[in-house]
């Protein structure tokens, strides 16, 4: 089953302005402009691929979590801990309010927060009979 995650506005506008920020450099400075330009692009194509390509996958044996290049797989059967975390640290996610999944090896992971809240608890609490879930 799948899953699309929440977006902050605010992050998707940023994303978006990232590559027209990156070519305004060439214009306001010829010479220079185009070390900007190569630092931008690279981050504004991965955070691109992120905004279309975000979802959860809960299948028969695991969980995943993609984000655009990243993807985050935890077996279902070693999931300990599901519940909400604002932990500001970096992690795959577009929104502050993040769903921290801890698996049966110390292993935590951030990730966005689904749509379907609901719906995905209960797909957790499912397949997932063991762990505890707090969202």
């Keep these: 089953m799948i899953f699309s995650v929440k977006k902050n ?4 506008l940023l994303t978006m302005a990232l590559l027209p920020l990156g070519v305004l450099g060439i214009y306001t400075d010829p010479a220079e402009g185009w070390i900007g330009l190569i630092i931008v692009i690279p981050i504004a194509v991965i955070l691109l691929w992120a905004l ?3 979802y959860h996958e809960v299948t028969d044996d ?3 979590g993609h984000f655009g290049p990243i993807k985050k797989r935890v077996k279902l059967e070693d999931i300990k801990l599901v519940e909400y975390s604002y932990n500001p640290l970096s992690s795959p996610a577009w929104t502050l309010k993040r769903l921290s999944v801890t698996d049966t090896h110390h292993h935590t992971y951030l990730l966005s927060i689904p749509k379907e809240e609901d719906r995905f608890r209960e797909v957790l609490q499912q397949q997932c009979p063991k762990a505890t879930i707090r969202i």
């Design 9 to 12: 506005p605010l992050l998707v």
């Design 52 to 54: 279309f390509q975000s």
């Design 62 to 64: 695991a969980f995943i």
